[in-house]
C-alpha cells in the first residue's frame, strides 16, 4: 500500500511539474529539472546592455501590471535573471534556470526577448509576492520569419489604448509583425496634414447598417475616429521596442471610399453620388447626395481613377507623408477588390489604355490590365523612397509588379503562384487564418461568415504555412504568414479580444513550429494554463 501511495505521489508530482511547464508556442526542446527558482521583489535584473535594459524594462513592466511590483535593474551580477544578447544569426534564445539564477541568452535582441515571453510562461497564473519558477533548460528558435497579425481600423476605430494592448498581445505571443490596415471606403483613419480632409471628412460616416449584411436598419449615428501623425509615431515606437515591425496599409486602387468623400477629384466620376452605388436593400441614413463614407460593408465600384495624374500625384503625396513614420522597408497598398466597371465607362480610363497599348485577351478585359500598370506605377514610386511594396494576391493579375511581396488570402493559390515566379510570399489563406470567421457552427453574435462557415482552433492549429506542392527551392520563398481581424462586425475591444482569443495562441504555435513537430491534444492541455493567463490580463476569450 506505501509503494502504491508513493508511486501515486511520484505521478502526482509529475503531472503538476508538466502543468508548470505550459508554455505557447511550444519551445523546440523543454527539459525540466528538480528544484524551482523563487522570485521575490529583491531578485535583481541583470542587464549589461541598452537591450537588455529595454527587456528588463518591459518584463517589469508586466509584472507591476500583473502581481503588483517591479524588480532591481543591475548591469552586472550572478544572481538572480541574467538576460545576454549575442550578435548570432537567427533570433534564436537559451532559458537555463536553476535554484540560483534564470539565464536567458538570446542569439539576437528579439531572441532574448522571447527568451523572456517564455519566462512570463513559467509564472504562476496566481498573483503573488512571490513567485516560484520551476528549474529548466529551454533551447528555442522560430520556424518562420515572418509572423503576423493584422488588424482593420477602417471598418471600425480602435483607441490607441487598444491598439497598444493589441501590440502587446503580438509580443506575448513571440509574433513580430502587426499589420495596420488604415484606409477603407467605411473611414480613413491616418492623419495627412496635406489632405486634411481625409480626417475631417473621409473618417467619418453617418451611420452604419444594424446586423448581418444588408442589414436591418441603420443605426442613424456619425461614427469615426483617426489617429494623428503624433499617435502614429508613438505606436510604432511602442511596438518598435517589443520588436514588432508595424506595416501600414494604404488600400489602392480599391477600397478608396474614405478619400473620394474627402476628396471626389478621385472618382472617375465626381458628381455621382456615393448613395448611387449603396446596396439597394440597405438602409442609408442622412442626406443622400454628394461623395460621402459608405454607410454598408462590401465591395464597391466607386474606385480611384487610374485614368487621372491627379489620382496619382494625391497617392504619392500620402506616402510621401506616410512613409517616413514607419521604419519598415514594406509598405502594403492592398491591390484587392477593385471593380472595374467605372474605368469601363470613363472616358480619362480610356485614353490612358489606348495611350498605354493596353490589350485585352480572351480571359481579361483591358481594364483588368489597367490595374497592373495601376501597381506597378506606384511601386516604382515607392521603391525609389527605398521601401518594397506587399500587396493582396489580386495584384498577381495582369502580371506582378516585380519586387513586390504577395499576401496569399484567397486561400493558398495565389501564394503558390507567386513562388513559383520567384516572388516572396507571406500566406494568410481565408479558410486557415481570417479571424473574423466564427469559430463553432453556431454563433451568440453576429459574424460575417453568420453561422455559416466556422474556423475551430484545432483547423488554424494545424495550418500548414508552407504548402507540399512548392518544390526545396520555393519554399525558403514563404517568408511566414499571418491572421487577419477584419472588423465589419467587431466594433469594440472586447469583441476583438473574444475573436483572437484562444485562436492566437493556436496560431502563434503554426507559426513557430513545423506542422510536423506539433500535437493538437498536448496543445489542448496548455491551452488550459493559458486560460488563466488571459483571466490574469483581464482578456476576454471564446469559451470563457
Given at each position: 500500500?506505501?509503494?502504491?501511495?508513493?508511486?501515486i505521489a511520484c505521478f502526482s508530482l509529475l503531472c503538476v511539474r508538466a502543468q508548470e511547464v505550459s508554455i505557447i508556442p511550444q519551445p523546440k526542446s523543454v527539459v525540466l529539472k528538480n528544484g524551482s527558482f523563487v522570485l521575490n521583489r529583491s531578485t535583481p535584473i541583470v542587464a549589461?546592455?541598452?537591450?537588455?535594459?529595454?527587456?528588463?524594462?518591459?518584463?517589469?513592466?508586466?509584472?507591476?501590471?500583473?502581481?503588483?511590483?517591479?524588480?532591481?535593474?543591475?548591469?552586472?551580477?550572478?544572481?538572480?535573471?541574467?538576460?545576454?544578447?549575442?550578435?548570432?544569426?537567427?533570433?534564436?534564445?537559451?532559458?537555463?534556470?536553476?535554484?540560483?539564477?534564470?539565464?536567458?541568452?538570446?542569439?539576437?535582441?528579439?531572441?532574448?526577448?522571447?527568451?523572456?515571453?517564455?519566462?512570463?510562461?513559467?509564472?504562476?497564473?496566481?498573483?503573488?509576492?512571490?513567485?516560484?519558477?520551476?528549474?529548466?533548460?529551454?533551447?528555442?528558435?522560430?520556424?518562420?520569419?515572418?509572423?503576423?497579425?493584422?488588424?482593420?481600423?477602417?471598418?471600425?476605430?480602435?483607441?490607441?489604448?487598444?491598439?497598444?494592448?493589441?501590440?502587446?498581445?503580438?509580443?506575448?505571443?513571440?509574433?513580430?509583425?502587426?499589420?495596420?490596415?488604415?484606409?477603407?471606403?467605411?473611414?480613413?483613419?491616418?492623419?495627412?496634414?496635406?489632405?486634411?480632409?481625409?480626417?475631417?471628412?473621409?473618417?467619418?460616416?453617418n451611420g452604419t447598417i444594424i446586423g448581418n449584411f444588408p442589414g436591418k436598419g441603420n443605426d442613424n449615428k456619425k461614427y469615426g475616429g483617426f489617429y494623428t501623425q503624433a499617435e502614429v509615431k508613438d505606436i510604432v515606437a511602442y511596438a518598435a521596442k517589443r520588436y514588432i515591425t508595424?506595416?501600414?496599409?494604404?488600400?489602392?486602387?480599391?477600397?478608396?471610399?474614405?478619400?473620394?468623400?474627402?476628396?471626389?477629384?478621385?472618382?472617375?466620376?465626381?458628381?455621382?453620388?456615393?448613395?448611387?452605388?449603396?446596396?439597394?436593400?440597405?438602409?442609408?441614413?442622412?442626406?443622400?447626395?454628394?461623395?460621402?463614407?459608405?454607410?454598408?460593408?462590401?465591395?464597391?465600384?466607386?474606385?480611384?481613377?487610374?485614368?487621372?495624374?491627379?489620382?496619382?500625384?494625391?497617392?504619392?503625396?500620402?506616402?510621401?507623408?506616410?512613409?517616413?513614420?514607419?521604419?519598415?522597408?514594406?509598405?502594403?497598398?492592398?491591390?484587392?477588390?477593385?471593380?472595374?466597371?467605372?474605368?469601363?465607362?470613363?472616358?480619362?480610363?480610356?485614353?490612358?489604355?489606348?495611350?498605354?497599348?493596353?490589350?485585352?485577351?480572351?480571359?481579361?478585359?483591358?481594364?483588368?490590365?489597367?490595374?497592373?500598370?495601376?501597381?506597378?506605377?506606384?511601386?516604382?514610386?515607392?521603391?525609389?523612397?527605398?521601401?518594397?511594396?506587399?500587396?493582396?494576391?489580386?495584384?498577381?493579375?495582369?502580371?506582378?509588379?516585380?519586387?513586390?511581396?504577395?499576401?496569399?488570402?484567397?486561400?493558398?493559390?495565389?501564394?503558390?503562384?507567386?513562388?513559383?515566379?520567384?516572388?516572396?510570399?507571406?500566406?494568410?489563406?481565408?479558410?486557415?487564418?481570417?479571424?473574423?470567421?466564427?469559430?463553432?457552427?453556431?454563433?451568440?453574435?453576429?459574424?460575417?461568415?453568420?453561422?455559416?462557415?466556422?474556423?475551430?482552433?484545432?483547423?488554424?492549429?494545424?495550418?500548414?504555412?508552407?504548402?507540399?506542392?512548392?518544390?526545396?527551392?520555393?519554399?525558403?520563398?514563404?517568408?511566414?504568414?499571418?491572421?487577419?481581424?477584419?472588423?465589419?462586425?467587431?466594433?469594440?475591444?472586447?469583441?476583438?479580444?473574444?475573436?483572437?482569443?484562444?485562436?492566437?495562441?493556436?496560431?502563434?504555435?503554426a507559426l513557430w513550429k513545423p506542422k510536423a513537430d506539433r500535437n493538437f491534444d498536448d496543445f489542448k492541455n496548455r491551452l488550459e494554463v493559458q486560460k488563466k493567463r488571459y483571466d490574469l490580463w483581464g482578456a476576454n476569450y471564446f469559451g470563457k
Amino acid at each position: 500500500m506505501r509503494v502504491i501511495l508513493c508511486v501515486i505521489a511520484c505521478f502526482s508530482l509529475l503531472c503538476v511539474r508538466a502543468q508548470e511547464v505550459s508554455i505557447i508556442p511550444q519551445p523546440k526542446s523543454v527539459v525540466l529539472k528538480n528544484g524551482s527558482f523563487v522570485l521575490n521583489r529583491s531578485t535583481p535584473i541583470v542587464a549589461p546592455s541598452k537591450d537588455d535594459k529595454n527587456i528588463a524594462a518591459l518584463f517589469n513592466t508586466y509584472l507591476k501590471s500583473y502581481y503588483g511590483f517591479t524588480l532591481p535593474v543591475v548591469s552586472k551580477g550572478t544572481k538572480g535573471i541574467l538576460l545576454t544578447t549575442r550578435s548570432a544569426s537567427g533570433d534564436g534564445y537559451t532559458l537555463d534556470a536553476d535554484n540560483a539564477a534564470i539565464r536567458i541568452t538570446g542569439n539576437s535582441a528579439a531572441g532574448t526577448f522571447y527568451g523572456t515571453q517564455s519566462l512570463i510562461q513559467l509564472l504562476p497564473v496566481e498573483k503573488s509576492n512571490t513567485l516560484s519558477i520551476p528549474t529548466v533548460s529551454i533551447t528555442d528558435a522560430p520556424d518562420l520569419a515572418y509572423r503576423g497579425l493584422m488588424l482593420d481600423v477602417g471598418r471600425h476605430y480602435f483607441p490607441v489604448a487598444f491598439v497598444k494592448k493589441y501590440i502587446d498581445y503580438i509580443a506575448l505571443h513571440k509574433m513580430n509583425y502587426f499589420h495596420w490596415h488604415l484606409t477603407e471606403d467605411q473611414g480613413w483613419r491616418i492623419e495627412i496634414k496635406k489632405y486634411p480632409k481625409l480626417t475631417a471628412v473621409g473618417a467619418w460616416r453617418n451611420g452604419t447598417i444594424i446586423g448581418n449584411f444588408p442589414g436591418k436598419g441603420n443605426d442613424n449615428k456619425k461614427y469615426g475616429g483617426f489617429y494623428t501623425q503624433a499617435e502614429v509615431k508613438d505606436i510604432v515606437a511602442y511596438a518598435a521596442k517589443r520588436y514588432i515591425t508595424v506595416i501600414p496599409e494604404i488600400e489602392m486602387p480599391g477600397h478608396g471610399g474614405g478619400a473620394i468623400a474627402a476628396y471626389p477629384y478621385l472618382s472617375c466620376f465626381p458628381d455621382k453620388p456615393t448613395f448611387d452605388y449603396f446596396p439597394k436593400q440597405s438602409t442609408w441614413a442622412g442626406d443622400k447626395s454628394g461623395k460621402q463614407v459608405q454607410q454598408a460593408w462590401g465591395v464597391y465600384e466607386d474606385v480611384f481613377c487610374a485614368g487621372k495624374e491627379s489620382t496619382f500625384k494625391f497617392l504619392e503625396d500620402v506616402l510621401n507623408e506616410v512613409l517616413p513614420l514607419f521604419p519598415s522597408k514594406y509598405v502594403h497598398i492592398g491591390g484587392d477588390e477593385c471593380p472595374k466597371k467605372n474605368w469601363e465607362k470613363c472616358p480619362l480610363c480610356q485614353k490612358r489604355i489606348q495611350e498605354l497599348g493596353i490589350k485585352g485577351d480572351k480571359e481579361h478585359s483591358p481594364e483588368h490590365y489597367l490595374q497592373s500598370y495601376f501597381i506597378q506605377r506606384m511601386e516604382k514610386f515607392i521603391n525609389a523612397k527605398g521601401k518594397h511594396i506587399i500587396g493582396w494576391d489580386e495584384i498577381l493579375e495582369g502580371g506582378l509588379a516585380p519586387n513586390a511581396t504577395v499576401m496569399s488570402w484567397r486561400g493558398e493559390k495565389g501564394g503558390i503562384t507567386a513562388a513559383r515566379q520567384k516572388h516572396q510570399v507571406i500566406m494568410t489563406p481565408n479558410n486557415y487564418v481570417y479571424f473574423d470567421y466564427q469559430q463553432s457552427p453556431k454563433e451568440d453574435s453576429v459574424t460575417i461568415t453568420n453561422n455559416r462557415n466556422s474556423l475551430p482552433i484545432e483547423k488554424v492549429y494545424n495550418w500548414k504555412v508552407v504548402p507540399d506542392s512548392l518544390t526545396a527551392a520555393e519554399r525558403p520563398l514563404i517568408w511566414g504568414g499571418q491572421a487577419n481581424l477584419w472588423t465589419e462586425y467587431i466594433s469594440n475591444p472586447k469583441k476583438a479580444e473574444y475573436m483572437l482569443f484562444p485562436r492566437m495562441s493556436a496560431l502563434s504555435e503554426a507559426l513557430w513550429k513545423p506542422k510536423a513537430d506539433r500535437n493538437f491534444d498536448d496543445f489542448k492541455n496548455r491551452l488550459e494554463v493559458q486560460k488563466k493567463r488571459y483571466d490574469l490580463w483581464g482578456a476576454n476569450y471564446f469559451g470563457k
